[in-house]
Nanobody
Framework: QVLLVESGGGLVQAGGSLTLSCTASGFIFSNYGLGWFRQAPGKEREFVAAITWGRGERVFTDSVKGRFTISRDNAMNTVLLQMNSLKAEDTARYYC?????????????????WGQGTQVTVSS
């Protein structure tokens, strides 16, 4: 009964900030890599950011580098996506996902479980 629940989405003005959270249950949280993906209407789901198990290595897609950061709190079974300097192109539904193991890649097929998503809308 792996469960991932996202929260924190909403409407924000361009240039503003928003923090998404994902709370997990049903597995040993610290043993797995975690990622964030997003999907806008008419577009394919795309990778946003991920964080590995262990050393907490982070990887970001080019379009969000320098603006977004990802972190995890293993004690709270939570992964955060902190988004700054938001742009209209960031508008999408954001999903958190758990990998098959400790790695964190940009391939959606490397993730075993997904949340239901939370909507982020950036106005301009």
């Amino acid at each position: 009964q792996v469960l991932l629940v996202e929260s924190g989405g909403g409407l924000v003005q361009a240039g503003g900030s928003l923090t998404l959270s994902c709370t997990a249950s049903g597995f040993i949280f610290s043993n797995y890599g975690l990622g964030w993906f997003r999907q806008a209407p008419g577009k394919e789901r795309e990778f946003v950011a991920a964080i590995t198990w262990g050393r907490g290595e982070r990887v970001f897609t080019d379009s969000v580098k320098g603006r977004f950061t990802i972190s995890r709190d293993n004690a709270m079974n939570t992964v955060l996506l902190q988004m700054n300097s938001l742009k209209a192109e960031d508008t999408a539904r954001y999903y958190c996902a758990r990998s098959h193991g400790p790695s964190a890649t940009n391939g959606s097929d490397t993730y075993a479980y997904w949340g239901q998503g939370t909507q982020v809308t950036v106005s301009s």
